[in-house]
């Protein structure tokens, strides 16, 4: 098995978040010789390709996503839609199933990597192929242990686990005695148990691909998260769960002029950088909230959001006298940016994410302080476990609601990080160098890649 070509077949769920670490995953498989099929709409293709490296052996297999009421024309990845569309769209990936099921008789794959598309196991067996199936996450691995489990089965619910103020916890969840359970157990339960796709809710669809693979694989580092997880091995009748943390370096694509000249203009490590990703929008109020605050910090910022509900762009939406009284000190743009090569550039000094866990390993990976502005229930967790447990970040304070930030919030916790001589800073600097150092080990990536792909050959062959 050690020389034979391994064929690869990968169907991610329908967002850049879950596209591009698919396709940094296949550059993996391909440097060691195995060939790869990546099924991508044609809008993820075209951002993907041009990260392929081994173009002569990882096919990128442009589909056509089904066309759903009431999705709109030309609709292709959750970038397309605001969230409460997202159930559409994943009916269009189950939909997809016939061409796939015609895809795979023809590759007849040894492995097929997929994520939300749950029935790919089903659908392998129904067709008689023998094909491996990986379930792949780019998520914690605590939050998946916190929520995606059968102790989270509804029928399962027990009130009176319950604690107040928070989630119920599973028994035997590994959580230190230091890290509050913060997540909101009402929000965590209308996220889980919302409809995502045709009869199917979130939380089924991310158990079912759990339980239907043989094999689970998390983007995470083992020695953060190893014993989330095993915790989940656990869960799911100790089938294997491999922290596997792939953290490509940059390409060496030069920042946009427009940017690169604007960000020279400014002395190392001043200027803040805030993203959002592709899927977040805020309201008008928030947008503006947050705007403000970067304002007063009084230090040059970049935001790259989406415009906020019911604006066409981010400009209409400006605070009455922002751009007058910011001038050439602040950048607002509904753009896609260049968040790497914006992260690698001298003059940045902080990075505020919406706790994205893509984004928060490309900024871990930087030199940047690094504050959180979690937007998703799961998103939460995350950010109080890097926050409060590993002390790797600062997560803004909301108000007594949970929901709004203040502009008075987000300076205090810009100023806090930029403020070389504050406590907090320098603690969260010492720890975020001592991960860092290790993550950029040369034989660190090498032993990640060599472990996974021992692990892939033993499930291929059976041993």
């Excluded at 173009?55 to 397309?80: N, R, Y």
């Excluded at 091995?233 to 690169?260: D, I």
Aim: glycine share 6%.
């Amino acid at each position: 098995m050690e020389e034979k070509q391994m064929k690869v077949v990968m169907y991610p769920w329908f967002a850049m978040g879950h596209a591009i670490p698919f396709m940094h995953l296949a550059n993996i498989l391909a440097e060691k010789g195995h060939k790869v099929t990546l099924l991508l709409p044609n809008k993820s293709k075209l951002v993907v390709e041009s990260l392929n490296l081994y173009p002569s052996i990882v096919t990128l297999h442009t589909i056509t996503v089904p066309t759903v009421h009431p999705l709109p024309p030309g609709t292709e990845t959750t970038s397309d839609i605001p969230f409460h569309l997202e159930t559409h769209l994943a009916t269009a990936l189950d939909l997809f199933r016939p061409e796939f099921e015609s895809i795979i008789a023809k590759l007849q794959p040894n492995v097929v990597f997929y994520d939300f598309a749950y029935w790919i196991p089903e659908a392998l067996a129904a067709s008689g192929s023998k094909a491996k199936c990986v379930s792949y996450w780019v998520v914690s691995a605590a939050g998946m242990a916190m929520t995606v489990i059968p102790f989270r089965e509804p029928s399962k619910i027990n009130e009176n686990l319950c604690i107040a103020g928070g989630v119920s916890v599973p028994p035997g969840y590994p959580m230190s005695s230091s890290m509050p359970i913060v997540m909101d157990d009402a929000k965590v339960r209308s996220f889980l148990y919302m409809p995502y796709g045709e009869g199917v809710t979130f939380y089924h669809r991310i158990a079912n691909s759990l339980k239907g693979s043989d094999t689970v694989i998390v983007k995470t580092y083992g020695e953060i998260e190893g014993k989330y997880c095993d915790y989940l091995s656990t869960q799911y009748n100790n089938k294997p769960v491999l922290p596997l943390l792939l953290l490509p370096k940059p390409k060496e694509a030069k920042l946009e002029p427009r940017l690169a000249e604007w960000l020279s203009r400014f002395e190392p490590g001043t200027v803040v950088f805030c993203a959002f990703g592709s899927q977040v929008v805020l309201d008008v109020a928030q947008f503006q909230e947050i705007l403000l605050g970067f304002e007063m910090t009084r230090l040059p910022f970049l935001v790259a959001f989406k415009p906020p509900t019911g604006c066409a762009t981010v400009e209409e939406a400006f605070p009455e006298g922002f751009k007058e009284r910011v001038g050439e000190r602040g950048v607002v743009t509904g753009d896609w940016v260049q968040q790497p090569q914006i992260l690698a550039h001298p003059s940045v000094g902080c990075f505020v994410s919406h706790c994205g866990w893509g984004s928060i390993w490309e900024s871990l990976m930087s030199k940047n302080k690094i504050v959180l502005i979690p937007q998703q229930p799961e998103q939460v967790f995350f950010s109080k476990f890097l926050a409060e447990e590993l002390k790797l970040v600062v997560e803004v304070e909301r108000g007594e609601d949970g929901t709004w930030v203040s502009k008075e919030s987000l300076c205090a916790s810009v100023i806090s990080m930029m403020d070389q001589d504050s406590e907090i800073s320098s603690l969260i600097k010492k720890n975020h160098e001592n991960l860092r150092n290790k993550l950029v080990d040369p034989g660190f990536m090498h032993g990640e890649t060599d472990r996974f792909i021992k692990h892939l050959k033993a499930l291929v062959i059976g041993r």
